[in-house]
């Protein structure tokens, strides 16, 4: 990416870097604000910018006017009336060469967000983008086109987060994230949350929820999703560089899935238009009632290839929690009638993979994809809302992987709030089994289980194709290239301290998995 306004800090190994040198990263174009002319209403631009799903020709482009983000009435302080919204892109900073621009109308039926799709970008390039409305000047954000199909990429830096309860701890990763400078972000679901923390007073930070009732109504979805995007740091973040997201269970309700009754058609009906209102994401991905199209694909050249999986809408019913046993359940979890992905997006996936036009596939999803077995017993079963759970639909799509010889599968899970590497195999209790892919599970950003006894010897030895297992905060930075993939993942050591000159991000374990190779190689 273009050397502008940036200090490089590099976050390389296991070397702890300090909070006082990632704090003084922030470039100037991450919080840039300028005010044009006195307002009829006060700053709407209170939630920031941001940009998402890098095509080679275009990228979304994303605002919500809010001036009073945390009105009950998930309004934003917007009065009952539509507003012209200008936009920009531009080739420079200094927005001396406009590339495009445009006007849009926020109105209210969409909470005042506005999804810009400019086509006709360059394929591979730097643009930066701003809007204007009622004589304010938004923050400028810096975004990126992907490559051209089948272009030539000798490189891909990204990173991958998820898990953000707001009430759980400061969002230090986007600091490091920004001293990283990605040339993309994922983000792999429960970017908000729609109930309050469980954790004790002493475990959480010292910031409160605007209200703390269970989230429902379309309201309060908005004013959950309005708290959370007025963290500076993820704003920051936003601004960037593009991000790819999907959602997980907290986005609604926790552990929903493919049923429905009225009570939760309503809490997805309002949860999937507050996430859309939310997330720069192409109108394709609009809402229809309680209906959303989240799984896509994204290309970066002849280097990389982006699933994105929607683990959650089409997923039979979880099977009561057997803890460890034999029984129904088990029979039930391994039942071929039921499936995690849906036949039309379980299709989709396979027939995608037939062709690999990339080096790496990368299938950025919610949940465990690998087993994690505690007792070395094939009888009994556990992880009913993981994979594991849908134990069928898990192996038609490593039996796909597999036949179809898709060379560097790489799967990226969220959820567990836990850093997790593991290699993938077709049965995990032959440990002699082939393996055909690696899984990178990100820890939370936030959302805490410091307090969960780290897996003993015997249950690694009962599970040899899991390499790696950390309960701290943090997120996973990846680069790509044509010979190998790394994964760091990185830690915070305390994401309770306000102070980040306190605070210590270092990379806590690194792997690599060489091109045509499969399985992870410690660094």
Request: overall charge neutral; glycine content about 8%.
């Given at each position: ?359 790496w596939d990368f299938l950025g999803q919610q949940v465990f994809f690998a087993t994690r077995d505690g007792d070395g017993n094939k009888a009994t079963c556990e992880s009913p809302d993981s994979w594991q759970g849908y134990e069928a639909s898990r192996d038609r799509i490593a039996k796909g992987i597999v036949d179809r010889k ?89 994401t309770t301290e306000y102070d980040f000159s306190k605070v210590t991000l270092a990379a806590d374990r690194s792997y690599v998995v060489e091109a045509g190779k499969p399985g992870l190689q410690k660094v």
């Amino acid at each position: 990416m273009g050397q502008v306004n940036r200090r490089a800090v590099l976050l390389g190994g296991a070397a702890a870097v300090s909070a006082a040198a990632l704090s003084s990263t922030v470039p100037s174009w991450a919080n840039a604000r300028t005010l044009a002319a006195a307002p009829a209403i006060r700053d709407p631009f209170q939630l920031g910018v941001a940009s998402g799903d890098p095509l080679p020709d275009s990228v979304v482009l994303w605002t919500r006017l809010a001036p009073a983000p945390l009105n009950p009435d998930g309004f934003g302080g917007m009065p009952d009336a539509s507003y012209t919204v200008d936009w920009e892109i531009a080739n420079d900073q200094a927005f001396s060469s406009i590339a495009q621009k445009g006007t849009a109308t926020a109105a209210r039926a969409s909470g005042h967000s506005v999804h810009i799709e400019p086509v006709g970008l360059e394929p591979g390039r730097e643009y930066f983008y701003r809007f204007k409305t009622s004589g304010y000047i938004s923050p400028v954000g810096r975004t990126r086109t992907a490559p051209a199909a089948g272009a030539a990429v000798n490189q891909l830096k990204y990173c991958f987060s998820s898990c953000q309860h707001w009430e759980e701890g400061w969002y230090h990763s986007y600091k490091g994230m920004l001293a990283d400078n990605p040339e993309l972000v994922l983000f792999l679901g429960d970017y908000m949350y729609e109930k309050k923390s469980g954790r004790a007073a002493a475990e959480r930070n010292p910031r409160k929820l605007a209200f703390t009732d269970e989230v429902k109504t379309l309201a309060q979805y908005r004013a959950r999703h309005a708290q959370h995007k007025t963290d500076a740091d993820l704003q920051n973040a936003h601004a960037m560089a593009p991000w790819i997201v999907v959602f997980d269970d907290h986005e609604v309700m926790n552990n929903w899935n493919g049923t429905t009754s009225p009570a939760t058609a309503d809490r997805k009906t309002a949860g999937f238009q507050a996430f859309y209102e939310n997330m720069p994401i192409r109108s394709t991905a609009k809402p229809s009632g309680a209906s959303i199209r989240l799984y896509r694909q994204f290309g970066w050249g002849n280097l990389a290839r982006f699933h994105m999986l929607d683990t959650r809408q089409y997923r039979s019913a979880q099977v009561p929690d057997p803890s460890g046993s034999a029984g129904p359940s088990c029979t039930d979890m391994r039942s071929t009638s039921r499936g995690i992905l849906g036949t039309a997006q379980e299709a989709w996936l396979l027939k995608a993979l037939e062709t690999q036009p990339a080096k790496w596939d990368f299938l950025g999803q919610q949940v465990f994809f690998a087993t994690r077995d505690g007792d070395g017993n094939k009888a009994t079963c556990e992880s009913p809302d993981s994979w594991q759970g849908y134990e069928a639909s898990r192996d038609r799509i490593a039996k796909g992987i597999v036949d179809r010889k898709v060379p560097n599968p790489i799967v990226l899970t969220g959820d567990v709030h836990r850093h997790w590497a593991a290699d993938l195999r077709r049965d995990y209790f032959n440990h002699n089994d082939p393996v055909f892919g690696s899984e990178l599970v990100t820890t939370s950003v936030t959302s805490n289980s410091d307090t969960a006894t780290d897996p003993s010897s015997t249950w690694l030895s009962n599970n040899p194709h899991i390499k790696y297992c950390r309960g701290k905060r943090g997120y996973v930075r990846v680069t790509a290239s044509q010979t190998q993939m790394r994964a760091d993942f990185m830690t915070v050591s305390d994401t309770t301290e306000y102070d980040f000159s306190k605070v210590t991000l270092a990379a806590d374990r690194s792997y690599v998995v060489e091109a045509g190779k499969p399985g992870l190689q410690k660094v």
